[in-house]
């Protein structure tokens, strides 16, 4: 009860003065906003008081609709010794010009310490209209939102990504491993394998040891996967997606995030790996097959090397340092073509096995979503995720499997389909103009923890 020091006196006060403290009823009969309406005169409201001002007589009130000035006359402010600034009170008034005149005035709550925290408003209302946007979009084009479990018998294989572990106990004390899910893509390619060709879901992924200005542990993600399209027929929704979006909260295809202006009016440029490497850092991804060449050429072109590089650990850091930067500032670009040998349940590109037809989705210097045309084969399947398991034993000492299920899924038969992964915290970074991704979490465990 240490939040209450300071104000026990005042607590007490009121008690003595016989204030009734928490009643459970309220009257309330509009919304503030709603006193703008015409012929609305004689109003019960509820809200937070603020600005009060003994000496004149008036106030603020402010509840989650707007803010109203409150004008009381003497014989309301004689009550007032009892109120302070941030209680919640019920004020009965006639509302002229824009400001309510009361007649009474009630507490409900008092306030007895500061606001422990300020919750961003993005945080809440345009996190609010973005989820529905995307209902919106995605149930008007006959897609099937869907809900999976969040817990998995298997961790995510990829060796990126650290999965966060919990112990199931049963009644009889035998215990099994359940990690947390980092998407929930194989439950969703079991969904297609099952004859459900359009399907989408939000919700949540963790991923542990993951914490900076642009990722949190658990954080707002969307997929969908539809059959019978690939990676292409994805691109072209992801960019109707995105750009109604935009029309539908800020009625513009023009979003201003920091400082600059970004066109998201469709079509979006494309840029393979290939290319952009090319460009940007000087290097032939095609003579970069075996680690030796690649390591060659990085060299070669200025690049860090460590003894202890995989291939995925060299490609991403060329990456962040030559290729990121130099994308477009001004519009969306998706990045195409992805090294096969970068771990992902991607298709190989027809006729040229060193590239899986993956892409990302990058406005303004953001990351937002990752897509494949869909790896059907169970058998090339189960080789990648052998290749995984085998990775995962030597970086984390990893003693179990892989997705049977998943696998069985496959021999069973799914369709071929493409699906994408798209981070919504990070895209509503960009709707609010927000440099990190706190400024649009309502709540942050490990705040005090940012780097």
Not at 117 to 122: D, G, H, K, R, Y
Not at 124 to 149: E, K
Not at 364 to 386: H, K
């Amino acid at each position: 009860m240490e939040h209450l020091t300071g104000s026990r006196d005042r607590f007490e006060r009121l008690r003595q003065n016989g204030i009734p403290l928490y009643p459970a009823r309220c009257w309330r009969t509009h919304a503030v906003a709603q006193t703008l309406l015409p012929g609305v005169t004689d109003v019960v409201l509820a809200g937070r008081l603020t600005l009060m001002d003994a000496d004149s007589g008036t106030a603020v009130l402010a509840d989650a609709s707007g803010r109203i000035p409150l004008y009381a006359p003497p014989s309301i402010t004689a009550c007032w010794t009892d109120l302070a600034s941030d209680d919640i009170v019920e004020c009965a008034g006639t509302v002229q010009n824009g400001v309510l005149r009361l007649h009474e005035l009630r507490l409900l709550v008092p306030s007895l310490s500061p606001a422990p925290e300020t919750i961003p408003t993005a945080s809440v209302v345009l996190r609010a209209n973005m989820l529905s946007h995307i209902r919106r979009f995605f149930d008007t084009r006959g897609f099937i939102g869907v809900d999976t479990p969040t817990f998995m018998t298997v961790p995510d294989l990829t060796p990126a990504l650290v999965s966060f572990r919990t112990i199931y106990r049963d009644d009889a004390g035998k215990t099994v491993p359940l990690y947390l899910q980092t998407s929930p893509e194989h439950y969703m390619k079991r969904l297609l394998a099952a004859g459900y060709e359009r399907i989408y879901q939000l919700c949540r992924f963790y991923r542990n040891g993951e914490r900076f200005s642009v990722h949190n542990p658990e954080f707002t993600g969307l997929e969908w996967y539809e059959a019978y399209t690939d990676s292409y027929g994805v691109m072209q929704t992801t960019q109707e997606l995105v750009a109604s979006m935009a029309v539908a909260l800020n009625q513009t295809h023009l979003l201003n995030y920091r400082g600059r202006t970004i066109d998201l009016s469709p079509p979006w440029p494309r840029v393979t790996v290939r290319d952009t490497f090319l460009t940007n850092a000087g290097i032939d991804l095609d003579g970069c097959e075996a680690m030796a060449d690649f390591r060659e050429q990085a060299v070669a072109g200025g690049f860090e090397t460590r003894d202890n590089d995989t291939w995925d650990d060299l490609f991403y850091r060329i990456f962040t340092q030559a290729v990121e930067p130099a994308l477009p500032a001004d519009r969306p670009v998706f990045v195409t073509e992805y090294p096969a040998q970068l771990p992902s349940l991607a298709r190989c590109v027809p006729g040229n096995d060193r590239y899986v037809e993956r892409f990302e989705l990058y406005i303004g210097g953001l990351e937002l979503a990752n897509a494949f045309t869909e790896l059907n084969d169970p058998v090339e399947q189960g080789r990648r995720f052998e290749t995984q398991r085998e990775l995962k034993i030597l970086l984390e000492g990893y003693p179990g499997g892989v997705d049977e299920a998943l696998l069985a899924a496959l021999a069973y038969g799914m369709p071929p389909s493409g699906g994408i992964a798209l981070g919504v915290d990070r895209l509503l970074m960009l709707f609010a103009d927000a440099a990190h991704i706190d400024e649009v979490l309502p709540f942050v465990p490990l705040h005090d923890k940012k780097p």
